[in-house]
Structures are given as structure tokens and as C-alpha cells.
């Protein structure tokens, strides 16, 4: 692996987004659709302006969800109904450019814990996005995996 490759050689880069006044059952409904585990949180211009995670939606459901709890599902509904992305989100967001390399990416996933970057262009419009498992990925593109 060549770890001055430019992200944008590996990013994502159709993104799904939500706004920050969508509601966090729209969230949900991504995240129950789609196998993706960080929502940037864009703004109408489409710039950058929070992050959602799937561990920030699941920590706001009732815990006997797990049960399949018919109060607890009507309260989970309620709660996401009531709650807006703005509300929950991250608003302090680390992002990085398209022309960065894949070694400043990884530094930022090491020392902040980070799952997933946002990829901005100049004026921090969203281009895309890169996520830890694009990074193992690319770096395992050729091995064989004996699993």
C-alpha cells in the first residue's frame, strides 16, 4: 500500500446524507435501508455541518427494544419523531480534503478514534466520504485472506 495516495483515489463518494432538521426517524429509516454506519450532516448548500453515527442513533433507543417490547418500540417511535438530526449530531467535525494522503487519514482515524472522515472540497461542500473499512480495504486489496 502506498500510503501517499491521494484519498480521493479511494473515497466514497456517493454519500448519504441528512439534514440537520430532518427528524432521527428519517436516521433510523436510513440506517434499517442502507449498511452504513455514519451519516454527515450537511447543510442545504451541502456543506458539512455535523456527523451522525450509528452508535449516536442507538444510544436514544429504550433499552427493552431488544425484548421487542410493544411499549418500548412506542416510545422509541415517539422519541425519534420528537428529535432532530441538529439535536444529536456532532457538530465538531474533523474533515479532510480529496488531494490528502491516505497516511494523514490514518492519523486522524488513530488519534481521534474516528470511524469515518468527511471529504471536503475548498468552500466544505461534500465530495465524499472515507471510512476506516475503506482504508483496510485498499491496504488488502491483494492478500489473501485465509478466513
Known sequence: MDANTAIKDIMTDTVITVQPNDTMDHVQEVFERK??????????????????????????????????????????????RSLLVEEVMTKQVATLKADDSL?????????????????VDDDHSLIGILSTYDLISFAFRDAKLNV
Not at 46 to 67: A, C, E, N, P, R
Not at 103 to 119: D, K, Q, V
Open 103 to 119: 497516511l494523514m487519514a490514518a492519523g486522524y482515524f488513530r488519534e481521534n478514534l474516528f470511524h469515518a472522515i468527511p471529504i
Open 35 to 80: 449498511t452504513i454506519h455514519h451519516l454527515p450532516v450537511v447543510s442545504p448548500k451541502g456543506k458539512v455541518v455535523g456527523m451522525i453515527s450509528k452508535s449516536d442513533y442507538l444510544k436514544l433507543l429504550h433499552g427493552f427494544t431488544l425484548f421487542k417490547a410493544q411499549k418500548s418500540a412506542e416510545y422509541n417511535k415517539a422519541i425519534l
